[in-house]
């Protein structure tokens, strides 16, 4: 376990899934930890008094609200954008306002936050944004949308990774294959078409997502920047 005793963490879309896990390991590892909610206030209100963090209002779809979220809670020593969704459908019958809604939260939220988090970053500091391993494989139709945005990161990642080494801050992307969360329930109907992509042959879990994240974030981590972490049970390979 790494610890996090006096480091100041933010994570956007902390009150479920994936994200509720990394919220629960960096207050387990002793972070002081903020995480932005959306439409969930009372599972963000539970985990936050089961957590001992402090849960506060953001919708990462509207760009403005999330730099001044992050502008206002720095300087941050660790920065996790996790909140992301998929659309499911044939590209040719989605709404176009669905799929810039997609674009905003998946691709635009990461991109403006990393880059606010980053001018008041102290040396050390750490970007984290999960990705998806949809990033570099989209084995199935209707979900290009998804696809798009989660390999959009990769290039973020690239980038930002030149521009902001020089002051030794990382980032990097996650990239989960499927996870057991609201989401991707390990018992929804599209548990053997997965399954059947994958090595080993189960959803992986939440806690097992931070603790890549976890690792990322601590001190062994700090030579590793601008690269993708794939943990999917090989679904990609
Ligand atoms: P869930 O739907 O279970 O949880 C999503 C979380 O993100 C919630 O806490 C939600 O908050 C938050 N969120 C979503 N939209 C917004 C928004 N506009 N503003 C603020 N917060 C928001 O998803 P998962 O835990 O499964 O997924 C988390 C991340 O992992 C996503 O980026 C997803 O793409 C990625 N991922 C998931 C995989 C899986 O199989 N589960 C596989 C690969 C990647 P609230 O409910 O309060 O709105």
Redesign the pocket.
Known sequence: MSDFAGKSVLI?????????AIVRRFAADGAKVVF?????QG??EALAAETGTTAVP????ERDAVIARVRESGPLDILVV?????LFGDALDLDADDVDRLIR??VNAPYHASVEAARQMPEGGRIIV?????GDRMPVPGMASYALSKSALQGMARGLARDFGPRGITINIVQ????D????PEDGPMRELMHGFMAIKRHGR?EEVAGMVAWLAGPEAGFVTGAMHTIDGAFGA
Do not use: K
């Not at 932005?36 to 969930?40: A, C, D, F, K, V």
């Open positions: 956007l879309g902390g009150s479920r899934g994936i994200g509720a932005t909610y959306n439409g969930s599972a963000a953001t919708d990462s779809g996790n909140a992301g969704f998929a939260v998946n999960i990705g998806s391993v949809n989960p294959g499927p996870i969360t609201d989401a991707n939440p």
